[in-house]
């Protein structure tokens, strides 16, 4: 199983980095819809494509209007957008309002809501909500084969009980750390994880591999290779990166 990073930054993007957006394409599953979106076209290996979005902030779904041209490069059979009602409710009257983007996207929308666990061609997504303005979800995939990968961004690090459970022994935990140690209040204040709460809740979950997303395009992320509150292998991914698991 491979995971392509087409956006890491939160917020906007930088020189480096477009906004979130991650693809599975033996699954064909979309992690978020950001800026990076663009990147899809040469990627996608699916005849249908699973768009599951964990928010409605900007930097999670302005790529959905990118999809008119990466369906030109690479036409498939179908598109779903998966998110909570609401959110997609929000994305439907703004997003693609007449004055904003006036063309009706090519896709069905299916509201998360419906189902506590999504049965897609090869695997099972769950979901739970998250602490963050405006509310997010975290999603987690299970694979027939045993693996598994948990996408928690754009949190303020679920932790309690019931949510380590959900999380717990993946073999991937995409999560997000938009503010170093020094920067906690604002993590706080904005709703985003600080490196400290991330290394809490991953001991606690215990993923095979750690990797940190949802990159700050200001002060970017840094690793102390001598920061001992990290049980298993971590990395800051960036755009490009394939990750194979």
């Known amino acids: 199983m491979q995971l392509h990073c087409l956006g890491t930054a939160g917020y906007h993007p930088s020189e480096s980095r477009h906004t979130s957006c991650y693809l599975l394409p033996q699954s064909g599953i979309v992690l978020d819809a950001g800026t990076g979106m663009f990147r899809l076209p040469e990627r996608i290996e699916t005849d249908s494509l699973d768009i599951v979005l964990s928010h409605a902030h900007l930097d999670h779904i302005a790529g959905l209007t990118f999809l008119l041209d990466i369906l030109y490069q690479r036409p498939v059979d179908e598109v779903r957008v998966w998110g909570q009602a609401d959110k997609l409710e929000a994305v439907r009257t703004h997003l693609t309002s007449e004055l904003i983007f006036p063309v009706e996207l090519p896709v069905r929308w299916c509201a998360l809501e419906d189902q506590t666990t999504i049965e897609l061609p090869d695997c099972s997504l769950s979901w739970r909500p998250q602490n963050h303005p405006g509310g997010s979800v975290a999603y987690r995939m299970d694979w027939s084969d045993g693996r598994s990968l948990v996408y928690a961004t754009d949190s303020d690090g679920e932790h309690d009980a019931d949510s380590l459970e959900w999380m717990s022994h993946a073999d ?56 001992r509150r990290f049980e298993m292998p971590v990395e800051i991914v960036s755009d490009g990166l394939v990750v194979d698991f």
């Open 172 to 227: 991937v935990l995409l999560h997000e750390c938009n503010f170093q140690d020094h920067q906690k209040e604002w993590a706080i204040k904005t709703g985003h994880c600080y490196l400290g709460k991330v290394a809490e809740v991953s001991r606690a979950v215990k993923p095979k591999r750690l990797l940190l997303t949802h990159i700050n395009p200001i002060e970017e992320l840094v690793l102390d290779p001598n920061d």
